[in-house]
């Protein structure tokens, strides 16, 4: 016996730091990628348009919450709430986190790395993993390229990873059990979905399984009751989703196609299929890696369990022999297909293949289900994910480096923002006592959201922004009370506009809008 304790001893402290090093992984991943770039967490800033859009939001609701002008694209709000083409959820996380803790520019890609460390340690707390998972959850997570690459970002990504990790840990547990008094855990995977789904709408593909896993337990009645549950509710959170985010004026235009007629839009929606799945075949190495998971994932998780029904159906010690090599329970392997081949399905049909969009939607799923591999014990299908990873990690570190130093090379707007805020401060001020939005509201040219991104930084938080993303957003007169036009579409609509000129920018002017009774 005391020859044992020693042992144990070693195994419970080998389990606390396995513990420790694994939360502790997202931000120290983070402070290495800078430090081996001679930098730090603080000089990453804003740099693409939907992530200066992500931080002024934010820093907009952590100072005035829904009293802001609205978000938009091309004038057009939301039906509920004043915020962007992503709903409120992201305006209200992370403006709650700024309001506590201020917001500088560099908070999305430090509050991102804490919030996926956070969501960690819930995955340990509900899972229980041995020092084996320990060790495996840190080699899928360090080698996982959509994490490594976009920790440099101040996009919504890794909030997504860790609504990805938290999901993992309660599935496992529904999954590891179908008695009644599991139902805590049932019920909260089917809440925490539909509230993920308010972050991005597409998690909605997943709630009928998940309506299906939560209601099992009660037989087939069950199971129908929890089909028609879960699609009232992914229909809901879609609602809620739809109305509670900006319009996007360039979203779909092959489904908009159906309003000249059947034809025309099956031929459109054909047309965009066929780009799609021509495009699945090409790409960068981390894309197509990401790509081959969701296949590979689906492929083995099928064949696993067919073979095993087929060829063990009468043995009762079979599902537990081989329960590493996959599944043996079907909703374990319906819920990875709704997961993987769901997404990839609406993305194909709906959405776009290229150009890192499929990447950033399907990463978080890819994230889920190899987390839920883990806390099932599926090693086989495992070790084909994480061999695919490891092969590409030559190809994420370099994206990475690439990635960063692209970020990296914004630190240089310090330097124009500290020269702007004072001048548009003195033209611009957000005013609390406006009974027309529009009143603090600036709409912007496209221009700005690319090249001189600075410029909205120096705009007041309180004051909303909305896009002119083409010539088809172009609804005259303007509804803001503020113009921030760049050179080439002042040239083409100079003599339709009615306003005062306030000062010049870099590329542009900034007009006070005449149209607008404030």
């Known amino acids: 016996m005391d020859k044992v304790r020693p042992f144990l001893s070693y195994r419970i402290v080998a389990w606390w730091v396995a513990v420790i090093l694994l939360m502790a992984a997202p931000v120290g991943l983070g402070w290495a990628i800078m430090r081996a770039e001679n930098a730090s967490l603080r000089d990453l800033y804003p740099f693409y348009s939907d992530e200066i859009y992500y931080w002024h939001q934010a820093a907009t609701f952590a100072r005035v919450g829904f009293a802001n002008g609205p978000y938009s694209v091309g004038e057009i709000p939301a039906?509920?709430?004043?915020?962007?083409?992503?709903?409120?959820?992201?305006?209200?996380?992370?403006?709650?986190?700024?309001?506590?803790?201020?917001?500088?520019?560099?908070?999305?890609?430090?509050?991102?790395?804490?919030?996926?460390g956070l969501a960690l340690a819930v995955w340990v707390w509900i899972v229980q993993p041995d020092l084996k998972q320990l060790v495996m959850a840190l080699?899928?997570?360090?080698?996982?390229?959509p994490f490594v690459t976009q920790i440099s970002s101040s996009?919504?990504?890794?909030?997504?990873?860790?609504?990805?990790?938290?999901?993992?840990?309660?599935?496992?547990?529904?999954?590891?059990?179908s008695s009644p008094q599991a139902a805590r855990w049932r019920y909260a995977a089917l809440y925490l979905v539909c509230v993920v789904a308010l972050f991005r709408v597409t998690w909605a593909v997943i709630i009928p399984i998940v309506g299906v896993l939560a209601l099992r337990h009660r037989g087939w009645r069950g199971m129908g009751a929890g089909w028609f549950i879960g699609?009232?509710?992914?229909?809901?959170?879609?609602?809620?989703?739809?109305?509670?985010?900006?319009?996007?004026?360039?979203?779909?235009?092959?489904?908009?196609?159906?309003?000249?007629?059947?034809?025309?839009?099956?031929?459109?929606?054909?047309?965009?299929?066929r780009v799609n799945i021509d495009t699945f075949l090409h790409g960068e190495t981390i894309e197509l890696s990401l790509r081959l998971q969701v296949l590979l994932i689906s492929v083995l998780i099928w064949g696993g369990f067919l073979l095993r029904w087929l060829t063990h159906s009468d043995?009762?010690?079979?599902?537990?022999?081989?329960?590493?090599?996959?599944?043996?329970?079907?909703?374990?392997?319906?819920?990875?297909?709704?997961?993987?081949?769901?997404?990839?399905?609406?993305?194909?049909?709906?959405?776009?293949?290229?150009?890192?969009?499929?990447?950033r939607l399907l990463s978080s799923h890819v994230l889920l289900s190899g987390f839920l591999l883990l806390g099932r014990r599926r090693w086989g299908i495992l070790a084909v994910v994480l061999?695919?990873?490891?092969?590409?990690?030559?190809?994420?570190?370099?994206?990475?480096?690439?990635?960063?130093?692209?970020?990296?090379?914004q630190r240089r707007i310090v330097t124009r923002l500290d020269e702007w805020n004072p001048k548009i401060d003195a033209l611009i001020q957000y005013d609390p006592t406006a009974t027309n939005p529009w009143c603090n509201t600036i709409t912007h040219t496209v221009y700005y959201a690319f090249v001189s991104t600075y410029t909205l930084l120096a705009v007041d938080p309180g004051m909303g922004l909305s896009?002119?993303?083409?010539?088809?957003?172009?609804h005259l007169p303007f509804k803001a009370r503020y113009l921030l036009l760049d050179n080439n579409f002042i040239a083409q609509h100079?003599?339709?506009?009615?306003v005062i000129f306030l000062i010049s920018v870099p590329g542009g002017v900034l007009y006070r809008n005449l149209d607008v009774r404030c």
């Open 155 to 177: 996009m919504f990504e890794l909030v997504q990873y860790a609504w990805a990790l938290v999901l993992a840990g309660v599935l496992t547990r529904i999954l590891a059990s």
């Open 79 to 116: 039906q509920i709430g004043r915020y962007h083409a992503w709903g409120l959820a992201a305006p209200i996380l992370y403006g709650t986190i700024g309001h506590f803790t201020g917001w500088p520019l560099w908070a999305i890609p430090i509050v991102n790395l804490v919030l996926v």
């Open 315 to 359: 043995n009762a010690e079979a599902p537990s022999k081989r329960a590493w090599i996959a599944p043996y329970d079907i909703g374990e392997v319906l819920f990875h297909t709704f997961l993987l081949l769901g997404e990839l399905f609406l993305i194909i049909v709906v959405y776009d293949v290229g150009s890192w969009r499929d990447y």
């Open 387 to 409: 061999t695919i990873s490891c092969l590409t990690v030559p190809a994420m570190l370099q994206t990475t480096h690439e990635w960063t130093n692209i970020y990296l090379q």
């Open 467 to 474: 896009l002119l993303l083409s010539e088809n957003d172009v």
């Open 139 to 145: 080699l899928l997570l360090m080698t996982f390229a």
């Open 494 to 498: 100079a003599v339709d506009l009615n």
């Open 231 to 273: 699609i009232a509710l992914a229909g809901a959170m879609y609602m809620i989703y739809t109305l509670t985010a900006a319009p996007y004026s360039e979203y779909v235009p092959h489904l908009k196609a159906f309003s000249q007629g059947w034809q025309v839009g099956l031929e459109a929606t054909w047309t965009h299929i």
